[in-house]
């Protein structure tokens, strides 16, 4: 009697066991590798599967949760025997059934006692990775010989056939023409045929008229909006974040059009892959590669986990491990379709996976965060090298202008440069300053700002008034990153006295606010109060254009220095508009005796007195000369050089500008992590740290990236894309081959298309899908290329009518001997509805229409029941440019199976239900649509009789039969030309494929 499965599992071996000395080693050998490769992976552990661990005598005693599952010494008692051995066995579930002589040694085992050794305990084994079918070395296989070679339109068909035969079965007979356009239009386009292309393709004689229509489908920008949408399905793409505050995205579009443009472009496929994963570092000076990260980006990201969460807390580390977890999860998916993810919390239970090879995947993206980043598009892109060809011409004459004012002289001039050479040699002949303590900090630090023409100040409070000899400024030179000499100095500034700390009645000692001042360097800035000024309480620097860092301004100074009366006067206090009071930086840092390098000098030292005043006289001297020469100059060189000036600033804005408008949800880097392994995947439980890496089970390949110099967060990345794009990665190109067929078939020859390890299917022809995968490498990895190999072969071409006796034997068609019939899809149904009403609006690119009511909040509200938005012009462009939104799906698309945002979704659910049948007849926009059908048959025509014909040569791309015109005129006159038209677009004809 055939034992039920929850027996099996819960009475395996659990019966009693022998104790008996009984020889061991037929266990030893063959019973026992068995069950560690088989079974202990998922019997065993703390929660073994039904209770029954099967590691130990000692969980075997303990039984599972029904009872025996083994009677020594009477295999044809024990339930075990019976569950393996059974037609189909019930067990093991994944990786196929055992071999017979697997079955035969536990039969015999049985029959022996079922002697478990004493002391034993079987450990679960990762399966070899060669000895799967997946990590096997791709080699272009041989084509099978076949009896019937009359039928072969393409090598494909050569393994296909040959299944066939071997099974019995013989393929279906070819479609007809209007079949195939409106198959191909849709595989292709994701949209019907017009009436014209269908009957031009019926009626062309020539005997390539399928192929030169598959080329004008491929070729067509069509295209890539079809098999753009399954590639986004597969990323799982959204414009919104998910989770409980689904936040808008409004940046996220770039990465659709990106991947439309890649595939209408027919980018080989490993820049495709290297691009999405790296592409902002290998291809930095092309837009495309920061656009491509949004691959990274696609999936939902934590609000809350991310932004409200408090910095430190185990929470906080659990949203960054389940981020890095999605990134690491999509990316092995997509483009190696195994389940790497699975090996968060221990070894991969089926897949030859260990722990540390998901934690160095970790490692590569432990460096990556989501948001926005500036980019240049096409049209920007074509403008900034327009505005940078302009600055190269502007730069050219700038320095011809400055050639010509350098080149103005005089005997004033030649004395005054004679001068400042005589100073610079007193100064150099002088001794250097005495050995001091080096300095703990830099100085003072302003508040960051966006813009340069920020006004910014500190000021010194002396305590009372006191008579002002000298100010010295000293330029910060931060000790704690790269050496910058005049690190923050104002580009333009002014220095005040005062005797109330509003500086309400300002004293100007220094003004150099009218032009940019020449930065100082490494040399203080001195000022000497004309006689009469000199007595102040307060001494205020303001800057009023900052100095440019990076991508934003400041204003530092290293030590700002009053000497009164001979002497260094104290300061009792330090305030400014703003200021960065971290590090070695700070208000109180600006008057502690250090100058961002050492301590300043003594001015008790008669040298360091000496040297105060050569240095005065140097500054003096050369401002002299500076002055003197510019009022030299030709007035037209001076002007020229001012209006340049100001022409290449207007030209920098211009630039800054457009890298603020282009912005895309992508990729941002920054300080890569510490990665740990972790115990049962707990934050709380760090392990070994680990770098990055991936994954150690393909032949060929070097998984340690820390071996290779992958250590800053962009070198990581890279040698990721490198590693999944190299030829030598046999899943890569399995993966996407299979990928490609499941597109055109509705099933891959893989139906697991994410999953190619030990707990997914087997590939239903193996051979097929190598000799997939090696013409894709052999012929310049163009994905065109083997669609066109695909839908040109007679399998591709048959009829998808049904036969009896070879359903009998092969239901579900998994030997392809006629096509699969489909139904379209969401974004199909959609947009079909759209082009046959003459409604669609083709515009490609940009930010996705918006069919719901927004209101921004807390959570925020999508309502797509708002008709303002719902009958907008805008919604009627192609599904693909949707903005699509997590939380709140589209009711009418999801009740087309519309495919969910929230995971990555290889393979979309295909049903049929009474709520899609409702939804076809009664939502909004199938009223709204059959409504402008029949506007559109009005137009063409007066005739009721042949706005019918029209009617089925638009929506089914047929004449109708006699009967069927009679039937749908009558009921167009009876109800409406708009109700005859819902009725056509609610048809089985319309809704499936073929």
């Not at 990590?135 to 299944?163: C, G, N």
């Not at 000076?285 to 656009?291: K, L, M």
């Not at 030598?728 to 055109?744: E, P």
Request: charged letters at 25%; one cysteine or more.
């Amino acid at each position: 009697m055939k034992k039920c499965l929850v027996a099996f599992l819960g009475g395996l071996l659990a019966g009693p066991v022998a104790a008996i000395g009984a020889d061991d080693r037929l266990f030893r050998e063959q019973v026992a590798p068995m069950l560690e490769a088989r079974c202990v992976g998922c019997h065993s552990g703390p929660s073994p599967k039904a209770k029954l661990s099967l590691a130990t005598a000692k969980g075997l005693e303990a039984g599972g949760e029904s009872g025996a599952a083994v009677v020594p010494g009477r295999p044809e008692e024990s339930l075990l025997l019976d569950s393996i051995s059974g037609e189909p066995p019930e067990m093991p579930k994944t990786g196929g059934p055992l071999e017979p002589a697997q079955v035969a040694s536990v039969r015999a085992w049985i029959a022996q006692g079922a002697h478990w050794p004493e002391g034993l305990t079987l450990q679960a084994r990762r399966p070899e990775a060669g000895a799967w079918w997946a990590f096997r070395p791709l080699v272009r296989p041989k084509l099978p010989m076949i009896v019937r070679q009359d039928w072969l339109r393409t090598p494909i068909d050569a393994f296909i056939l040959s299944r066939l035969e071997e099974k019995g079965l013989v393929p279906s007979p070819e479609a007809d023409r209007r079949t195939l356009i409106r198959r191909l239009t849709f595989d292709l386009h994701g949209l019907p045929p017009t009436p014209q292309e269908a009957d031009d393709f019926v009626g062309d004689p020539r005997p390539d008229a399928y192929e030169r229509l598959v080329d004008r489908l491929l070729a067509s920008p069509r295209y890539g909006e079809r098999w753009g949408r399954h590639w986004l399905d597969v990323v799982h793409y959204g414009d919104t974040h998910g989770y409980d505050k689904d936040k808008r995205r409004d940046h996220a579009w770039p990465y659709r059009d990106y991947v439309i443009q890649s595939l209408n472009d027919d980018v080989p496929y490993a820049r495709f892959i290297q691009e999405q994963i790296a592409g902002d570092v290998l291809w930095p000076g092309d837009p495309r590669g920061v656009i491509a990260t949004g691959f990274v980006a696609a999936g939902p990201w934590d609000f809350v986990g991310h932004i409200e969460l408090r910095e430190g807390t185990v929470d906080k580390e659990k949203a960054r491990l389940n981020d890095r977890d999605d990134m690491l999860a999509s990316t092995m998916s997509t483009f190696q379709s195994l389940t790497v993810h699975c090996a968060r919390c221990h070894d991969h239970k089926f897949d030859p996976i260990p722990q540390k090879d998901y934690y160095r995947l970790q490692a590569v993206f432990a460096g990556v965060e989501r948001g926005e980043r500036p980019f240049l598009g096409r049209e920007s892109a074509a403008k900034r090298a327009a505005i940078e060809a302009s600055k190269e011409d502007l730069t050219a004459r700038l320095a011809s202008l400055k050639a010509k004012a350098d080149a103005t002289t005089s005997p004033e001039l030649v004395q005054l440069d004679d001068e400042l050479g005589m100073l610079r040699g007193q100064l150099a002949a002088l001794p250097g300053p005495k050995s001091s303590a080096l300095s703990p900090s830099n100085g003072y630090h302003s508040g960051i700002a966006p813009t340069p023409d920020v006004v910014k100040w500190v000021q010194v409070d002396l305590g009372r008034a006191v008579p002002i000899d000298e100010v010295r400024l000293f330029p910060a030179r931060p000790t704690d990153f790269a050496d910058t000499p005049g690190f923050g100095f104002p580009v333009r500034f002014r220095v005040e006295l005062a005797d109330e700390p509003t500086f309400a009645r300002p004293v100007v000692i220094v003004d150099q606010s009218m032009a940019d001042f020449t930065n100082p360097g490494l040399v203080p800035y001195l000022v000497r109060p004309r006689p009469g000024q000199a007595s102040a309480r307060f001494l205020r620097v303001t800057a009023s254009r900052l100095w440019k860092r990076t991508d934003d301004y400041v204003f530092a100074l290293g030590e700002l220095d009053v000497i009164s009366e001979g002497r260094r006067a104290s300061v009792a206090a330090v305030t400014a508009l703003d200021s960065i009071e971290a590090g070695r930086w700070g208000r109180a840092r600006l008057v502690d005796g250090f100058n961002s390098r050492t301590s300043l000098e003594d001015l008790a030292d008669p040298v360091a007195r000496e040297r105060l005043a050569l240095q005065y006289q140097l500054q003096e001297t050369r401002s002299r000369y500076e002055a003197l020469k510019e009022s030299q100059v030709d007035t037209g060189i001076r002007d020229g050089i001012d209006r340049t000036v100001t022409e290449l600033s207007a030209l920098d804005g211009q630039v800054k500008a457009l890298l603020a408008a282009d912005q895309v949800y992508a990729v941002v880097a920054r300080t890569p992590r510490t990665i740990h392994l972790l115990n049962r995947g707990d934050v709380e439980q760090p392990g070994e740290v680990l770098g990055p890496g991936a994954l150690s089970c393909l032949a060929g390949l070097d998984s340690d990236f820390s071996a290779t110099g992958a250590k800053d967060e962009g070198a990581r990345r890279v040698a990721l894309a490198e590693w999944i794009g190299n030829v030598r990665n046999v899943l890569t190109w399995r993966s996407i081959a299979n990928r490609l067929w499941h597109g055109h078939f509705g099933r891959g020859l893989v139906d697991t298309p994410n999953d190619f390890g030990r707990n997914g299917s087997t590939p239903s022809h193996p051979e097929l899908l190598d000799w997939l995968a090696t013409e894709l490498l052999d012929n310049g990895q163009s994905l065109k290329g083997l669609h066109r190999a695909i839908v040109c072969s007679a399998t591709y071409r048959q009829s998808s009518r049904h036969e009896p006796n070879a359903a009998a034997q092969d239901g579900d068609n998994r030997w392809l001997w006629r096509m699969n019939r489909t139904k379209l899809d969401a974004e199909s149904l959609r947009d079909g509805v759209l082009a046959v009403s003459g409604t669609l609006d083709s515009k490609m690119g940009g930010p996705g229409f918006e069919p719901f009511r927004f209101k921004d909040d807390h959570s925020p509200i999508y309502d797509h029941g708002d008709p303002a938005r719902t009958d907008s012009p805008e919604t009627r462009r192609r599904t693909v440019y949707r903005f699509i939104v997590r939380s709140v799906p589209h009711p009418f698309l999801e009740s087309l199976d519309c495919a969910d945002p929230n995971i990555n979704t290889p393979v979309r659910a295909a049903t049929i239900s009474p709520l899609q049948a409702l939804a076809l007849l009664n939502d909004r926009f199938m009223i709204q649509q059959s409504r402008a059908f029949a506007h559109r048959l009005e137009a063409l025509s007066d005739d009721p009789v042949r706005r019918i014909d029209e009617a089925y040569h638009l929506a089914l791309g047929r004449p109708p039969r006699l009967e069927e015109r009679e039937v749908l005129a009558a009921f167009a006159t009876k109800h409406g030309l708009a109700n005859a038209c819902r009725l056509l677009l609610n048809t089985n004809e319309f809704v499936f494929v073929d």
